[in-house]
């Protein structure tokens, strides 16, 4: 079982002296750091691993949905850059285009601010972000709401 989160939007130290990778829930992940002392990884931020995803962990086990970042990013301790498997906590934030470089199209299915979602199948694994992020961040910044 999941220990209980924070309800003020803070991050809990995980339970018992565990790392990060004792959370085994993605969103679950964005509310903790990591609780081993003795580690260079001690106090620092998880981050969840992207959706169908996980992290190497150098072994076949693929289940780790949770490191510290810096671990993930590879700037602290034994860890390796894993940014094309970092996941978000939250929605990314991102700016609206200014209103004049947007054309709204007469009798278009999905108004601006409408309801959008898209599916993909089958897609790769850039290293720093794949089209699939990239159109989302764009249909976003459009005013789609995705």
Avoid: K
């Avoid at 990884?41 to 969840?48: S, V």
């Avoid at 949905?65 to 700037?75: D, F």
């Avoid at 898209?118 to 794949?130: D, K, L, P």
């Amino acid at each position: 079982a999941e220990p209980p989160m924070p309800q003020d939007g803070s991050r809990l130290r995980v339970p018992r002296g565990l790392g990060c990778d004792a959370v085994t829930d993605r969103e679950a992940c964005c509310h903790y750091v990591d609780g081993r002392d003795e580690m260079p990884y001690g106090g620092q931020d998880c981050a969840p691993a992207r959706a169908n995803t996980w992290f190497d962990v150098g072994h076949d086990i693929q289940t780790v949905v949770c490191q510290p970042r810096c671990w993930a990013t590879g700037s602290c301790g034994g860890g390796a850059a894993q940014e094309s498997r970092l996941g978000f906590c939250g929605r990314p934030e991102v700016s609206l285009l200014p209103q004049e470089a947007l054309v709204t199209q007469e009798g278009a299915r999905v108004p601006v601010g409408g309801q959008l979602r898209f599916y993909v199948i089958g897609s790769s694994n850039a290293a720093w972000q794949t089209w699939v992020d990239q159109m989302h961040a764009r249909l976003m910044r459009m005013g789609y709401n995705v």
